[in-house]
């Protein structure tokens, strides 16, 4: 089984930049996909980024432009870096882990950003 752990969440202020990491670890098939998801009080869970072991990405639109994610494979290590955050950026960001017969989720970690 995998295992996700998420570090990098804090609080900035609007305009700030912040960096997101998540380490998996376990016992990790190909093909999958690691993403960053975003829960915010009321809201639903919304994805922000993804990618895929082959490469291919997606950002979110509300963060296009501003989010960067990367992975590094060989450390198999997820990093979502954050620029120009905007309060409404302010959520739990979880990552999560996907493949044809596990999905995992990390324990969450919170970014707050101040006006």
């Known amino acids: 089984q995998v295992q996700l752990v998420e570090s990098g969440g804090g609080l900035v202020q609007a305009g700030g930049s912040l960096t997101l990491s998540c380490a998996a670890s376990g016992r990790i098939v190909s093909p999958n996909v690691m993403a960053w998801y975003r829960q915010a009080p009321g809201n639903q869970r919304e994805m922000v980024a993804t990618v895929a072991s082959s490469g291919r990405t997606i950002i979110g639109d509300p963060v296009k432009g501003r989010f960067t994610v990367s992975r590094d494979n060989a450390r198999n290590t997820l990093i979502l870096q954050m620029n120009s955050l905007k309060p409404e950026d302010t959520a739990v960001y979880y990552c999560?882990?996907?493949?044809?017969?596990?999905?995992?989720w990390g324990q969450g970690t919170q970014v707050t950003v101040s006006s």
């Open positions: 999560n882990y996907f493949s044809g017969p596990e999905t995992v």
